[in-house]
């Protein structure tokens, strides 16, 4: 083999990477809170910040949209990720006495 037959070979080894594997991205779901009369919204907005990644402007934000409207979403992942952070939060909340209502929808 050539050094040209090589290079020839080399540009065209790319040209099947971009053909459709059939692989699909999992469905994504929201993460809602809702809003109570027992949670605080400091709670609410730790939350949001530790476990969600927020920034505190942003966790304020949403923790207003849940106080406000009643619910908000506060995220939207992969289903497991989803589920997970979910569970996490209402484990902490209950872990402080707190019935706040999470939902993956």
Same mark, same amino acid.
């Given at each position: 083999?050539?050094?040209?037959?090589?290079?020839?070979?080399?540009?065209?080894?790319?040209?099947?990477?971009?053909?459709?594997?059939?692989? $699909?991205?999992?469905?994504?779901?929201?993460?809602?809170?809702?809003?109570?009369?027992?949670?605080?919204?400091?709670?609410?907005?730790?939350?949001?910040?530790?476990?969600?990644?927020?920034?505190?402007?942003?966790?304020?934000? %949403?923790? $207003?949209?849940?106080?406000?409207?009643?619910?908000?979403?506060?995220?939207?992942?992969?289903?497991?990720?989803?589920?997970?952070?979910?569970?996490?939060?209402?484990?902490?909340?209950?872990?402080?006495?707190?019935? %706040?209502?999470?939902?993956?929808?």
């Amino acid at each position: 083999m050539t050094m040209s037959d090589y290079d020839s070979q080399m540009e065209n080894a790319g040209s099947d990477v971009a053909e459709d594997t059939g692989i $699909q991205l999992p469905p994504e779901r929201k993460v809602v809170f809702y809003n109570d009369d027992f949670t605080t919204m400091e709670f609410v907005v730790d939350v949001l910040m530790s476990i969600y990644n927020k920034s505190h402007d942003e966790a304020e934000n %949403l923790m $207003q949209a849940v106080h406000e409207e009643g619910s908000s979403v506060v995220g939207v992942y992969t289903f497991d990720i989803a589920v997970s952070r979910a569970n996490l939060t209402k484990q902490i909340a209950r872990k402080n006495g707190f019935p %706040l209502r999470v939902e993956v929808e």
